[in-house]
Antibody, heavy 122, light 107 residues
Framework: EVQLVESGGGLVQPGGSLRLSCAAS????????MNWVRQAPGKGLEWVSY????????YYADSVKGRFTISRDNAKNSLYLQMNSLRAEDTAVYYC???????????????WGQGTLVTVSS | DIQMTQSPSSLSASVGDRVTITCRAS??????LNWYQQKPGKAPKLLIY???SLQSGVPSRFSGSGSGTDFTLTISSLQPEDFATYYC?????????FGQGTRLEIK
């Protein structure tokens, strides 16, 4: 059974840092692209970042570029999101999500973790 | 970034109704369109990928159609467990974007 379990969320002051982790199991982690998606309280879904299966290709949303860093450790079946210079508007539930590529090379997010809440407040 | 606009933003319907949700992209995205269902306090669940392919395990009352800029998600006969929020999402661009969501409520 595919499982994604996020951890590392919590309360942090504006300007602070936090590192999120996502532990993967039930599939060959090193074969899959991964993403972080967030959801502010009462709001919609916002994609945050993407990393290829090898870690060689990375993309970020403009809203986090230069502040957040995505990484992965395939030996530990783990995905990470280092978040620096946090702002109040970064307050959200952060989900890790596995990317599925179909035969037509259309990417979708087929498995999601339960999410971890990050609150940025003084 | 490619903007995704869903309509309506909210919808009231009854069990057994046929419901259609529309998603429009700000530019052509071919069939790079996915649909998700999210219930309160839960993670999103993939329903439809590549505009019209049903994800494994998803009931056949869900269907998707469209290509280019206009897409639809149809639920043929609403069940009590279908009341949730639905999101479209484009993966044509490396910068993924979601629609604002459609909240489906019980009438």
């Amino acid at each position: 059974e595919v499982q994604l379990v996020e951890s590392g969320g919590g309360l942090v002051q504006p300007g602070g840092s936090l590192r999120l982790s996502c532990a993967a199991s039930g599939f060959t982690f090193s074969s899959y692209e991964m993403n972080w998606v967030r959801q502010a309280p009462g709001k919609g879904l916002e994609w945050v970042s993407y990393i290829s299966s090898s870690g060689s290709t990375i993309y970020y949303a403009d809203s986090v570029k230069g502040r957040f860093t995505i990484s992965r450790d395939n030996a530990k079946n783990s995905l990470y999101l280092q978040m620096n210079s946090l702002r109040a508007e970064d307050t959200a539930v952060y989900y890790c999500a596995r990317a599925f590529l179909d035969t037509a090379m259309v990417r979708s997010l087929d498995y999601w973790g339960q999410g971890t809440l990050v609150t940025v407040s003084s | 970034d490619i903007q995704m606009t869903q309509s309506p933003s909210s919808l009231s319907a009854s069990v057994g109704d046929r419901v259609t949700i529309t998603c429009r992209a700000s530019q052509s995205i071919s069939s790079y369109l996915n649909w998700y269902q999210q219930k309160p306090g839960k993670a999103p669940k993939l329903l439809i990928y590549a505009a019209s392919s049903l994800q494994s395990g998803v009931p056949s009352r869900f269907s998707g159609s469209g290509s280019g800029t206009d897409f639809t998600l149809t639920i043929s006969s609403l069940q009590p467990e279908d009341f949730a929020t639905y999101y479209c999402q484009q993966s044509y661009s490396t910068s993924i974007t979601f629609g604002q969501g459609t909240r489906l409520e019980i009438k």
